[in-house]
């Protein structure tokens, strides 16, 4: 008989990735929503269970003790993917927007694996900024390299509560594992995550964050900001490969060896763009940014800590160990884009 695995926030941008390619593998796949009448994020994952597999969908909240108790009964694995991610200006309260529901989540997420005795590991989706607060971190690590062996120590709720709350999640989440044996904990941290959508209404940043891109708001000129780059779909591979291989265990970077800049994302989807004018065709000088940054919300603070400045990315454990091979970016941003398009009309 296949495996029973649950996956939880299962409408999200990963989460729904992860649904379509477990059913693939013919897993019975538990996957919870935060309300079943939400059209919007249900219908998209019916249809992906219409084609193949068995799906159960579960209405559960992350701030609800024992909301995901019947979600987890009979599961042999579990993919915690359910957190909130959104872009800095976009958080309003960082305590109740982002931390309380990554921590406290998590804390009820792993009391249900505790009482569900059919649990052998968990997969929890955490992010390379729970090793690097801002870009200027990244310079201070040996070779300027980023590798699973750090750990954020700069964010705070004020700075980045996102890479606070998943630091902090992915923290407990490791102290509840040691607090027992009878399952083991991996955790998958993607850099920005981009790809083709399921489901259109997700809240991601970073489809946020693209969204702006295509609709011109950098059509004047792009600043000489870069990401780390995974594909949707390299992501959520490396969670069924964290969980199939017994071998695998600790933190895996997943993201491409090599930043992306706002320009270089605009070359790579121009040639696809029903309005190229729309993107930036030139780089706006590194001066001009700090004399005029802070008047479009970019603090001096946060122009000096990632503006202009690039690292290598440490992907080898995830290539090693769970075997990904990356699509080339090319690939993952036309198909970010023509998913994006269709999710317009």
Not at 7 to 16: C, D, L, M, N
Not at 255 to 269: D, K, Q, T, W, Y
Request: with cysteine; glycine share 6%.
């Amino acid at each position: 008989m296949p495996d029973t695995v649950l996956v939880t926030g299962g409408s999200g941008f990963v989460a729904s990735h992860l649904v379509a390619q477990l059913l693939e593998r013919g897993y019975f796949v538990h996957a919870t929503v935060r309300s079943l009448d939400d059209a919007a994020k249900v219908t998209p994952l019916r249809e992906l269970a219409a084609g193949a597999g068995q799906l159960t969908l579960f209405q559960a909240d992350l701030l609800a003790r024992g909301s995901f108790d019947e979600a987890a009964d009979g599961c042999q694995t579990v993919f915690h993917v359910a957190s909130p991610f959104r872009m800095p200006e976009k958080i309003s309260d960082g305590r109740a927007e982002m931390l309380e529901p990554a921590v406290q989540g998590t804390r009820n997420v792993l009391a249900s694996v505790n009482r569900t005795p059919s649990i052998r590991r968990v997969v929890l989706t955490s992010t390379v900024g729970a090793i690097f607060g801002d870009y200027i971190d990244v310079l201070r690590m040996d070779g300027q390299r980023l590798t699973e062996r750090y750990v954020n120590t700069t964010s705070t709720l004020e700075n980045n509560p996102y890479h606070y709350a998943k630091t902090q999640s992915e923290q407990e989440a490791q102290r509840i594992a040691e607090a027992q044996d009878r399952w083991s904990l991996v955790c998958v941290n993607p850099g920005l995550v981009l790809g083709p959508s399921f489901t259109p209404a997700s809240e991601s940043g970073s489809l946020f964050l693209l969204d702006e891109l295509f609709r011109g708001y950098f059509c004047y000129g792009a600043a000489d900001f870069s990401f780390t780059i995974a594909d949707v779909r390299d992501v959520a591979r490396a969670h069924i490969e964290a969980a199939e291989r017994p071998e695998a265990a600790g933190r895996y970077i997943v993201a491409r060896p090599e930043m992306l800049s706002f320009l270089e994302i605009s070359r790579i989807v121009r040639p696809v763009h029903r309005r190229s004018y729309l993107l930036p065709a030139w780089q706006i000088p590194d001066w001009l940014v700090r004399l005029i940054g802070p008047r479009f919300g970019v603090t001096q603070d946060y122009i000096r800590k990632h503006l202009g400045i690039r690292f290598s990315v440490d992907n080898s454990r995830s290539v090693t160990e769970l075997g990904i091979h990356y699509r080339p970016a090319e690939e993952t941003l036309t198909d970010h884009y023509l998913s994006w398009e269709r999710g317009r009309r």
